[in-house]
T-cell receptor, first 114, second 114 residues
Framework: QQNVQQSPESLIVPEGARTSLNCTFSDSASQYFWWYRQHSGKAPKALMSIFSNGEKEEGRFTIHLNKASLHFSLHIRDSQPSDSALYLCAVSKLASSGSWQLIFGSGTQLTVMP | DTTVKQNPRYKLARVGKPVNLICSQTMNHDTMYWYQKKPNQAPKLLLFYYDKILNREADTFEKFQSSRPNNSFCSLYIGSAGLEYSAMYLC?????????????FGPGTRLTVL
């Protein structure tokens, strides 16, 4: 049974700070790892994904994956008030039906103070 | 256009009454999902359609029904709402059901059962 845990539950940082969000998972056979972002009242939207160990950078956002330690993270450089949102990590799981499903964590609520 | 629409955005229902939620997408995606999200909890997959084939999670099998009359529309039906059904219901679609395919979400329907 795949279990996905996020930390911290909430985070308040000043504008310009580097922010780190963490996600752990329990199934070492997991293949794809996602970060989704949901602004208040809006739809969750995929931010980044990673498949292999290492890191991937897109603009101010970097995702790290370490499959051996069952951990991946999202780092935000130069955090902006517009980054304030609920961040959901998710792991792709192969279900018994033969289809891939996303297992989500419960989210980190990020607030960036101007 | 990567829009997933959900109607209504807010729904008030009485205990024991039926509830029908609607989702639509114009991306010609093969797969459509329904999730339930409660405060401070992870989005929980209820069911999904791959083309015309419905897959329901084992623990929600008898609680939720769904139909997909065409590729663009998908409904979620609760036959007799209970207080525990109060939650945000998120619809999503993806171009396929593979691990690497991004899921595109709608803004959700907030259901309150009284």
């Amino acid at each position: 049974q795949q279990n996905v845990q996020q930390s911290p539950e909430s985070l308040i940082v000043p504008e310009g700070a580097r922010t780190s969000l963490n996600c752990t998972f329990s199934d070492s056979a997991s293949q794809y790892f996602w970060w989704y972002r949901q602004h208040s009242g809006k739809a969750p939207k995929a931010l980044m994904s990673i498949f292999s160990n290492g890191e991937k950078e897109e603009g101010r956002f970097t995702i790290h994956l370490n499959k051996a330690s069952l951990h991946f993270s999202l780092h935000i450089r130069d955090s902006q008030p517009s980054d304030s949102a609920l961040y959901l990590c998710a792991v792709s799981k192969l279900a018994s039906s033969g289809s891939w499903q996303l297992i989500f964590g419960s989210g980190t609520q990020l607030t960036v103070m101007p | 256009d990567t829009t997933v629409k959900q109607n209504p955005r807010y729904k008030l229902a009485r205990v024991g009454k039926p509830v029908n939620l609607i989702c639509s997408q114009t991306m010609n995606h093969d797969t459509m999902y329904w999730y339930q999200k409660k405060p401070n909890q992870a989005p929980k997959l209820l069911l999904f359609y791959y083309d015309k084939i419905l897959n329901r999670e084992a623990d929600t099998f008898e609680k939720f029904q769904s139909s997909r009359p065409n590729n663009s529309f998908c409904s979620l039906y609760i036959g007799s709402a209970g207080l525990e059904y109060s939650a945000m219901y998120l619809c999503a679609s993806s171009g396929d059901w593979g691990a690497s395919y991004e899921q595109y979400f709608g803004p959700g329907t907030r259901l309150t059962v009284l």
